[in-house]
């Protein structure tokens, strides 16, 4: 059964740094783009960026590129949502997703997301 | 950026009736060198993730009843829900992988009268 299990749900001040992560589990890892989703409270889903584990080609959407970074561990099945310096509007659910196949595609199985606050 | 413009914002119809959701993007989505559109639909329930209901505009995938389908090519695309359950009370997006970044329309909304 493919699954995409991601980390659980934080609760950070700006300026903080932190890396949230989707672990991929039935299915070859390196065989699919993973991408990262942000929807906003009430708000529809904005993809960020997609990464093609295997060979780390990333693309990112003009609107999240610089604030922050996409990365995958192929040995432990895992892809990462890093940012450096967090700020009260990246408070969101983050949703990882996975592509039907390794070329640009729908994204047929998603994690259940996890939920970023930023508060001072 | 391509932009995905969605219509209606939201619709209320009766059980058994035939819901229609349009989507229209700035650019055309359709590759010409395979013929297909890059173009999915997203069924999305309050708290869960979007669905994937259908890719390359009309492909629905496994398990999606067949109530669901999509038409269109190009910039114009229609998602028909055949007759309308309960159960299809969602937010409905399309989206566009032809071009990076990636884009969503702004949701339709679909309730029961």
């Known amino acids: 059964e493919v699954q995409l299990v991601q980390s659980g749900a934080e609760v950070k001040k700006p300026g903080e740094s932190l890396k949230i992560s989707c672990k991929g589990s039935g299915y070859s890892f390196t065989n699919y783009w993973i991408g990262w989703v942000r929807q906003m409270p009430g708000k529809g889903p904005e993809w960020m960026g997609v990464?093609?584990?295997?060979?780390?080609?990333?693309k990112y959407s003009p609107s999240f590129r610089g604030h922050v970074t996409i990365s995958a561990d192929m040995s432990i099945a895992t892809a990462y949502l890093q940012w450096s310096s967090l700020k009260a509007s990246d408070t969101a659910k983050y949703y990882c997703a996975r592509g039907v196949g390794a070329e640009p595609s729908g994204a047929d199985y998603w994690g259940l997301g996890t939920l970023v606050t930023v508060s001072s | 950026d391509i932009v995905m413009t969605q219509s209606p914002d939201s619709l209320a119809l009766s059980l058994g009736e035939r819901a229609t959701i349009n989507c229209k993007s700035s650019q055309s989505v359709l590759y010409s060198s395979n013929n297909k559109n890059y173009l999915a639909w997203y069924q999305q329930k309050p708290g869960q993730p979007p669905k994937l209901l259908l890719h390359?505009?009309?492909t629905r995938e496994s398990g999606v009843p067949d109530r669901f389908s999509g038409s269109g090519s190009g910039t114009d695309f229609t998602l028909t829900i055949s007759s309308l359950q309960a159960g299809d009370v969602a937010v409905y997006y399309c989206q566009q992988y032809y071009s990076t970044p990636w884009t969503f329309g702004q949701g339709t909304k679909v309730e029961i009268k």
């Open positions: 390359w505009a009309s």
């Open positions: 990464i093609y584990p295997g060979d780390s080609d990333t």
